[in-house]
């Protein structure tokens, strides 16, 4: 006898599952046939971004050149109040020993005088306000609790002084580990952006920066003459490191910044500068027409100064240029000039 059993009906569960499943599909079948295929940046494109990250970097190195130059002032100055402080202090304990060695010889003479308990006072301001006191004191204790009164003056004072500073120094060193952070990430990242280029491309780019390199070097000098004897003998130290890595935060004698080459440069013609491109801007005469400049002045880019170099005559400048270049010449026109600065 044949069976008329009905067949089993899938379960509303099941059919929903289903539906949203074979839903979901046609869903991400059409969005996989409409979008477009990733496109790696071309060489263009990476070396822009580059750029623009190195020039972000530049910006924070010369903050952290900025922060290490104030760090490196507020130590000496701290070293040099606690020197202070130091010296001071063993003034004014021989000043209260030698008040000790007078109040003991009049206690041995059976002359006990006030300045005894002015002696073993904590405050002797206090004492000395009680004018009825000052005339059974002798000329020279006068004298002698005069000087440990200013002392005690110049002591508080410098100590507070020196807490001060000491404050400002620990806000600079937070201040000096952000911008490190900030130029570490910023440079990691264009490491990052240049490993995505092919071992072909990078080279192709190195090559090409070196040959405008060569070019630039070769179109330097003509007939344009130093602005003076210093700014000569800065320019010849700044063209003996040629081929020197740029290093951020770096002041020579291997490894340079902007800042660090110029400064570093002056230095060698025994001319002291500013260490930062924006302190640098306002170290002598601006000049503001590239026609006006002359071999050894300082060239200054961007609307925010951050970076500088030396003039090299006939429009081209000898700079550090940005972290993974080397002391070179360039263009002046490959950057945005501001002015120059005759020293």
């Known amino acids: 006898m ?37 496109e790696k940046p071309s060489v263009d494109e990476v070396k822009s971004k580059v750029d623009k990250l190195h020039e972000e970097a530049e910006q924070a190195t010369e903050k952290l050149d900025g922060a290490t130059e104030k760090q490196d002032k507020l130590q000496k100055q701290i070293d040099t109040l606690q020197d202070n402080v130091a010296r001071g202090q ?13 109040a003991t010889a009049q206690y041995r003479t059976g002359a006990i005088d006030p300045s005894v308990q002015l002696f073993l006072s904590a405050d002797p301001d206090d004492y000395l306000d009680k004018a ?17 009164q200013e002392k005690q ?9 020196a807490s001060e500073k000491l404050k400002d120094l620990a806000s600079t060193r937070t201040e000096l580990a952000k911008n490190k952070k900030e130029v570490q990430a910023k440079l990691a990242e264009a490491n990052r952006l240049l490993n995505t280029l092919t071992a072909a491309e990078q080279a192709a780019l190195d090559a090409k920066e070196a040959q405008a390199s060569s070019a630039a070097q070769a179109a330097a000098g003509g007939s344009t ?5 210093r700014a000569s003998s800065a320019y010849a130290a700044a063209q003996s490191k040629l081929g020197s890595p740029y290093v951020y935060g770096a002041s020579g004698p291997s490894s340079f910044d902007c800042s660090g080459l110029t400064s570093w440069a002056y230095a060698q013609a025994g001319v002291s500068i500013p260490r930062t491109s924006q302190a640098q801007a306002s170290a002598g005469t601006r000049i503001y027409s590239q026609s006006d400049l ?20 006939n429009g081209q400048v000898l700079h550090a240029p940005r972290s993974g270049t080397v002391v070179r ?5 490959n950057m945005p000039f501001q002015f120059g600065v005759r020293i």
């Not at 010449?329 to 026109?333: A, K, V």
């Open 225 to 229: 003459a130093p602005a003076s004897g």
């Open 90 to 102: 063993e003034e004014l304990n021989d000043l209260r020993d030698g008040l000790g060695s007078m």
């Open 2 to 38: 044949a069976s008329h059993r009905r067949p089993k009906q899938p379960s509303r569960t099941r059919v929903t599952v289903l539906t949203t499943a074979a839903a979901a599909a046609v869903v991400l079948s059409a969005n996989a046939a409409n979008a477009a295929p990733s």
């Open 294 to 313: 002359q071999v050894g002045d300082l060239v200054i880019f961007y609307s925010d100064q951050h970076h500088v170099g030396f003039y090299a005559g």
């Open 153 to 161: 003056r110049s002591l508080a004072q410098q100590r507070e002084e």
């Open 132 to 148: 009825s006191t000052m005339d059974q004191l002798s000329n020279q204790q006068v004298e002698t609790l005069k000087k440990v």
């Open 329 to 333: 010449y360039e263009s002046i026109g």
